[in-house]
């Protein structure tokens, strides 16, 4: 996907290749949202998550719980 975003006939087009098709009314929505989660992405992709541990790291259960409501 470009920079300049998906048009509506390339969100459709590539809906048909996924096997989705679209009716022609939302077209526009769908290219809309795709460029939303893209420019979501976008950021994501910028963060730099350093020493963060995998989630697979994860041990449920463990530790100690310290919340007060």
Do not use: N, Q, Y
Request: proline share 9%; no cysteine.
């Amino acid at each position: 996907m470009s920079s300049a975003g998906l048009t509506p006939p390339e969100a459709a087009r590539w809906a048909a290749r996924a096997g989705l098709p679209l009716p022609e009314d939302r077209h526009t929505a769908v290219a809309a949202t795709a460029d939303h989660i893209h420019s979501v992405v976008t950021v994501l992709r910028e963060l730099d998550f350093g020493d963060t541990p995998p989630a697979g790291a994860l041990r449920v259960g463990e530790g100690t719980h310290d919340a007060a409501v």
